[in-house]
């Protein structure tokens, strides 16, 4: 009798186990599920992580602090794009300041440490911050399509009040949209203990909201200026061609005008290809590599993201000669003041006609240009 409950005791417990491996094998396609993902990389990595996000941190925040002060002070680059780009700063600075100082502890740590309060506040800015960052770029290449294609409809629609609305809409759906993960209604923000971060969970009832706000933050913001710059670049090609063909001097000042327009629409284009260069390896990884058995390409994905929000300042210097004097103007103001009385004094002459023959010119400068700055001054805010 003692023999036989010891065999069914042990018969017991070696099904018990087999449930629970056939369980955690259908369950976890990648082994232990407690495993976290932090876990599985190189301590290098992870210090190569922490790094690159606190250099991040420093060039972000100095860099587009720089690009709004720079735009609002410079009356000269205080246009419409102007206007949707600080918005874009500011959205990229407040990333830098709020949201990857959190992501350096979790490389640091390994694991959340801030509570559950700044549990939630952290993807609620991480988010909306992302969703703010591409809905501006839509905004600016919605903007340089209707200035390329539809100057008419251009002046109408792009009046201060409608600027104003839309790049509240810009900060309002991007985080208004998140509501209701906020309350717990579509998936809830919390710590996955799998990732050991803050991010949008699952709901008891499997509810997450996380493809959804793919779809309205990412894919279609994406389609819209995939849209948008391929009707700029049909319109910019017939239009050239159509200049070839008449080369009158008021098509020689359309063209001066179009160039500077066209050079800030190069500019937004390339912010784009490298706002998607960030976010899309981390999207590629994370799909393709579920168990992370390349551990390096998930710490280089997430660096890439945490990089966008530094990059665009670099653009700015680089593609846009106007930015980059603004820029200047700000840090040397001084040399920029002498710089400038220079160039006007060199242009003095000491012959008696000399005055005369500069009034003329500039004169004749300014009847030359007077299509291009009533055109500019419609594009102030």
Aim: proline content about 3%.
């Amino acid at each position: 009798m003692v023999q036989r409950s010891r065999l069914s005791h042990i018969n017991l417990h070696i099904l018990s186990s087999e449930n629970m491996a056939l369980n955690a094998s259908s369950s976890s396609p990648c082994g232990n599920e407690t495993i976290s993902e932090y876990s599985r990389f190189p301590t290098w990595a992870l210090n190569f992580g922490a790094t690159m996000i606190i250099l991040t941190i420093i060039v972000g925040i100095l860099g587009n602090a720089l690009t709004v002060v720079a735009l609002l002070k410079c009356q000269r680059v205080r246009n419409i794009a102007a206007a949707f780009i600080i918005s874009l700063c500011v959205a990229d600075f407040l990333f830098c300041l709020l949201v990857l100082p959190f992501s350096a502890s979790n490389f640091i740590h390994r694991d959340w440490i801030h509570g559950d309060v700044l549990c939630t506040i952290f993807p609620l800015m991480r988010y909306g911050n992302l969703g703010v960052s591409l809905l501006s770029i839509a905004m600016i290449s919605i903007n340089r399509y209707m200035m390329i294609t539809s100057h008419t409809l251009y002046t109408k629609v792009y009046r201060p009040l409608g600027i104003g609305l839309m790049i509240g809409f810009c900060w309002a759906f991007s985080f208004l949209m998140q509501l209701p993960t906020l309350l717990g209604a579509w998936g809830r923000f919390g710590y996955d203990s799998r990732l050991k971060t803050c991010t949008i969970i699952e709901t008891e009832n499997g509810i997450s909201s996380k493809t959804a706000l793919f779809i309205i933050a990412f894919v279609i913001p994406c389609s819209v200026i995939i849209f948008c710059y391929a009707k700029i670049f049909w319109t910019v090609r017939k239009s050239e061609n159509r200049m070839r063909r008449h080369s009158a001097r008021s098509d020689i000042r359309e063209a001066k005008t179009r160039k500077n327009e066209w050079r800030i629409t190069k500019m937004v284009l390339v912010i784009f290809i490298s706002f998607l260069a960030c976010y899309l390896p981390i999207t590629i990884v994370k799909t393709a590599d579920k168990c992370v058995n390349f551990p390096v390409t998930h710490v280089v994905g997430y660096v890439l993201v945490y990089l966008s929000a530094c990059v665009n300042p670099i653009i700015y210097v680089f593609m846009n000669k106007q930015y980059r004097m603004a820029m200047k103007a700000v840090l040397f103001p001084a040399s920029m003041q002498s710089s400038t009385r220079v160039t006007f004094h060199s242009h003095k002459s000491k012959t008696p006609g000399a005055d005369q023959n500069s009034q003329t010119m500039v004169s004749r400068m300014s009847i030359t240009n007077t299509n291009f700055v009533i055109r500019e001054s419609e594009d102030r805010f």
